[in-house]
């Protein structure tokens, strides 16, 4: 599918900087870059001439002799470029006004501003990429860990793309066989089909549920470890906050009951993101906006990845620090036994023992505890939940949810298998399932969901 009219659009950031780009894509692409571009004799270049994947190096002008700046302009010819198409990209120095101009001027000779994510979309329609590398794109533009940038780029290498190919392949091939056995029996017979169908069956239901048991460390990799940060009322849970942050993000008072609200930042330790999140003091009172703050903590708590139990070393150990270390038994965490620094009143040793709550003594003022604190909650995710290795995490929603879709109909195909049901029965879940994970690739997926996808995208991608 290839288009008659030529985009362009500024594909690097709108803020001020040393260089920008501008793409260009489409069948007029050389023609359209070609009226505006002349070398240092001021001759118009003719880019159709040029060897694809060279670079030019010239002048974008208003007119022959009027220089607006002095320009490379990278030639890419199609198939073998983003978009498939002829690509041109101007390289000139940055700034607002220079990429306007030059952009009003490719408009004036023909182009039309590109839509958010039209250079990729045309990329997938035109079969360069399949849905789900497409959706890495953005992924990868996004990333904010290591890891995640490891996920994106694998996932935009086709490892997404060739699981799901051997998936269908698989389910395609038993449908062809099943389909001709049925219209025509005399000569094709079924008789070991059911044996054959219940293997496949077996392998893929285990893949499919594989993939969904990783996509829940996927949404780790690319949203963060949500780390909700607990305690009683004036334990240090925001000096906390502001020691691994590094800045005064979070106020800090004597007087209890400071935070009434949650209080959410990112930091990035090793290869892993953390989402931290400061919350209210959880304790009695009669003061209602308090309270309100009191149940978002004890919400954050129950949906967090990771718990930071905060217990003040300073003060007796009370039934709200045992509240706390309750309400969070099930979830993975550490417990800061906090202000090491001044005297202590409860020693580490009565704090309540559990097996996976890690104890460090700790303090936000000196940041005694800090290294420990970051590299154990680091290894606990990394070397026990979401070691990288080349696993494939599924990080995408829309993709989840066709997975879940695709195990269903395979879960419903396994159970005819075991009840000896008769095999015309099983096409229909085998399509469906086919279906399902065709979405995931964008063999079967519809026209709209298509266009919202790219929507989302940044211009000039």
Same mark, same amino acid.
């Given at each position: 599918m290839f288009y008659q009219d030529t985009i362009a659009a500024i594909a690097t950031s709108s803020k001020d900087g040393s260089i920008s780009v501008i793409r260009v894509s489409g069948t007029q692409s050389y023609e359209i870059v070609s009226g505006i571009f002349y070398n240092k004799n001021m001759r118009s270049i003719d880019l159709s001439a040029c060897e694809t994947h060279t670079i030019q190096y010239g002048y974008i002008c208003r007119d022959q002799g009027t220089i607006l700046d002095e320009v490379l302009v990278l030639v890419m010819k199609g198939p073998r470029s983003y978009t498939a198409e002829d690509v041109a990209e101007i390289q000139c120095h940055g700034g607002y006004m220079v990429c306007q101009t030059i952009l009003e001027l490719l408009m004036e000779k023909g182009a039309r501003i590109a839509e958010p994510g039209?250079?990729?979309?045309? &990329?997938?329609? #035109?079969?360069r990429i399949d849905?789900?590398?497409a959706e890495s794109v953005m992924d990868l533009i996004q990333a904010k860990s290591d890891? &995640?940038?490891? #996920?994106?780029?694998s996932q935009l290498r086709g490892s997404v793309k060739r699981k799901i190919v051997q998936l269908r392949e698989m389910l395609l091939e038993d449908i062809a066989f099943l389909e001709a056995a049925l219209d025509d029996p005399e000569h094709i017979s079924l008789e070991e089909f059911p044996l054959r169908m219940r293997e496949h069956t077996l392998y893929l239901k285990?893949?499919?549920e594989h993939l969904l048991q990783n996509s829940q460390n996927g949404q780790l990799i690319k949203e963060g470890i949500k780390t909700a940060i607990i305690g009683k009322p004036n334990v240090g849970k925001s000096s906390f906050l502001n020691c691994i942050l590094r800045s005064?993000?979070?106020i800090v008072t004597d007087i209890p009951g400071t935070t009434r609200d949650t209080l959410e930042e990112e930091v990035r330790i090793g290869s892993t993101l953390f989402r931290f999140i400061d919350t209210a003091g959880i304790r009695e009172t009669e003061d209602t906006i308090e309270n309100i703050g009191i149940e978002k903590a004890k919400k954050e708590m129950k949906q967090a990845d990771l718990v930071i139990c905060i217990i003040d070393s300073g003060s007796e150990l009370q039934e709200e620090d045992l509240y706390v270390l309750r309400q969070a038994e099930e979830c993975p965490g550490v417990i800061l036994y906090n202000k090491v620094d001044l005297p202590t009143v409860t020693d580490i040793s009565m704090i309540p023992s559990y097996d996976n709550k890690k104890i460090?003594?700790?303090s936000a003022v000196t940041g005694e505890g800090l290294d420990e604190l970051e590299h154990y909650i680091n290894e606990l995710f990394i070397e026990n939940k979401i070691h990288y290795n080349d696993e494939i995490y599924?990080?995408?929603?829309?993709?989840?949810?066709s997975l879940a879709d695709a195990l269903e109909s395979i879960g419903q195909l396994w159970n005819s298998i075991e009840m000896e049901m008769?095999?015309?029965l099983y096409s229909i879940d085998m399509i469906n399932a086919y279906e399902s994970l065709g979405k995931i690739i964008g063999e079967t997926v519809e026209d709209d969901i298509i266009d919202k996808i790219f929507k989302d995208f940044c211009m000039g991608k």
């Amino acid at each position: 599918m290839f288009y008659q009219d030529t985009i362009a659009a500024i594909a690097t950031s709108s803020k001020d900087g040393s260089i920008s780009v501008i793409r260009v894509s489409g069948t007029q692409s050389y023609e359209i870059v070609s009226g505006i571009f002349y070398n240092k004799n001021m001759r118009s270049i003719d880019l159709s001439a040029c060897e694809t994947h060279t670079i030019q190096y010239g002048y974008i002008c208003r007119d022959q002799g009027t220089i607006l700046d002095e320009v490379l302009v990278l030639v890419m010819k199609g198939p073998r470029s983003y978009t498939a198409e002829d690509v041109a990209e101007i390289q000139c120095h940055g700034g607002y006004m220079v990429c306007q101009t030059i952009l009003e001027l490719l408009m004036e000779k023909g182009a039309r501003i590109a839509e958010p994510g039209e250079f990729t979309k045309r &990329a997938f329609l #035109n079969g360069r990429i399949d849905l789900s590398q497409a959706e890495s794109v953005m992924d990868l533009i996004q990333a904010k860990s290591d890891i &995640a940038i490891k #996920n994106s780029i694998s996932q935009l290498r086709g490892s997404v793309k060739r699981k799901i190919v051997q998936l269908r392949e698989m389910l395609l091939e038993d449908i062809a066989f099943l389909e001709a056995a049925l219209d025509d029996p005399e000569h094709i017979s079924l008789e070991e089909f059911p044996l054959r169908m219940r293997e496949h069956t077996l392998y893929l239901k285990n893949e499919l549920e594989h993939l969904l048991q990783n996509s829940q460390n996927g949404q780790l990799i690319k949203e963060g470890i949500k780390t909700a940060i607990i305690g009683k009322p004036n334990v240090g849970k925001s000096s906390f906050l502001n020691c691994i942050l590094r800045s005064e993000r979070a106020i800090v008072t004597d007087i209890p009951g400071t935070t009434r609200d949650t209080l959410e930042e990112e930091v990035r330790i090793g290869s892993t993101l953390f989402r931290f999140i400061d919350t209210a003091g959880i304790r009695e009172t009669e003061d209602t906006i308090e309270n309100i703050g009191i149940e978002k903590a004890k919400k954050e708590m129950k949906q967090a990845d990771l718990v930071i139990c905060i217990i003040d070393s300073g003060s007796e150990l009370q039934e709200e620090d045992l509240y706390v270390l309750r309400q969070a038994e099930e979830c993975p965490g550490v417990i800061l036994y906090n202000k090491v620094d001044l005297p202590t009143v409860t020693d580490i040793s009565m704090i309540p023992s559990y097996d996976n709550k890690k104890i460090i003594s700790f303090s936000a003022v000196t940041g005694e505890g800090l290294d420990e604190l970051e590299h154990y909650i680091n290894e606990l995710f990394i070397e026990n939940k979401i070691h990288y290795n080349d696993e494939i995490y599924i990080t995408n929603a829309r993709q989840k949810e066709s997975l879940a879709d695709a195990l269903e109909s395979i879960g419903q195909l396994w159970n005819s298998i075991e009840m000896e049901m008769p095999e015309d029965l099983y096409s229909i879940d085998m399509i469906n399932a086919y279906e399902s994970l065709g979405k995931i690739i964008g063999e079967t997926v519809e026209d709209d969901i298509i266009d919202k996808i790219f929507k989302d995208f940044c211009m000039g991608k």
